[in-house]
Nanobody, 125 residues
Framework: VQLQAFGGGLVQAGGYLRLSCKAS????????IGWFRQAPGKEREFVGA????????WFADSVKGRFSISRDNAENMVQLQMNNLKTEDTAVYYC???????????????????WGQGTLVTVSS
């Protein structure tokens, strides 16, 4: 399965954006999906993840309570809703599949298959 993230843009602090991650090929509904972000000069960092069914989600402390993740397996789509955005949320956002997902290792980016160029989110003050 290949994924492509889109929906980024420029938004003021306190605003919101919804990112989408569209899958093509493969058995999308069997994979957990993770969202990561990478700011200039920084490592790729975990944002959140959703299990294959959409029942369970997990988030980094930095976004907990502001971000949510949902998925529609019929549409091969995962969405990241980002509310109350802060300037420190500025980054390129990526979605990836994790064939051997576990909660213990979900924040480790090397475990994911990455596709596409990501989508840029810029939050202005």
């Amino acid at each position: 399965v290949q994924l492509q993230a889109f929906g980024g843009g420029l938004v003021q602090a306190g605003g919101y954006l919804r990112l989408s991650c569209k899958a093509s090929g493969g058995a999308f509904s069997t994979y957990a999906i993770g969202w990561f972000r990478q700011a200039p000069g920084k490592e790729r960092e975990f944002v959140g993840a959703i299990n294959w069914s959409g029942v369970s989600t997990w988030f980094a402390d930095s976004v907990k309570g502001r971000f949510s993740i949902s998925r529609d397996n019929a549409e091969n789509m995962v969405q990241l809703q980002m509310n109350n955005l802060k300037t420190e949320d500025t980054a390129v956002y990526y979605c990836g599949t994790n064939p051997k997902f576990s909660v213990a290792t979900m924040s480790e980016s090397f475990r994911y298959n990455w596709w596409g160029q990501g989508t840029l989110v810029t939050v202005s003050s």
